[in-house]
């Protein structure tokens, strides 16, 4: 992972992954996340984009949406009030940051 990243809890408790300012939407995004399962689901569509099955997928979450291409994927956030409002990265470091979430899940709900 070329991008540096700390798991944290929020003030409610739940689990998030900090990312540098450029990624932050990305760390709305993927804290969304609450499953595995869904983990694997979204490796699927980006498994597919890189195959050429598509050309390109939109994930909507709560607030973010990502749009995966197969090289850069770019996130949005919808609500924010201050920029940025948009980040993208490279397509492969977006599915290690996802397999990267999904064994911090995975360990979380194991204790």
Same mark, same amino acid.
């Given at each position: 992972m070329k991008?540096?990243?700390e798991f944290r809890e929020d003030p409610f408790g739940d689990l998030?992954?900090?990312l540098p300012e450029e990624l932050s939407v990305f760390s709305d995004f993927i804290q969304d996340i609450? =499953?595995?399962q869904e983990v694997d689901e979204y490796i699927g569509y980006i498994k597919n984009v890189l195959e050429g099955v598509h /050309?390109?997928?939109e994930i909507t979450l709560?607030?973010?949406s990502v749009m995966i291409r197969k090289d850069v =994927?770019?996130?949005e956030h919808h609500y924010r009030t201050a920029?940025?409002?948009e980040n993208e990265i490279e397509?492969? /470091?977006f599915i290690e940051l996802l397999q990267i979430w999904k064994e911090k899940i995975a360990e979380k709900f194991k204790s």
């Open positions: 991008y540096s990243y998030m992954i900090v609450s =499953t595995e /050309e390109k997928v709560n607030a973010t =994927t770019m996130a920029e940025p409002y397509t492969e /470091e």
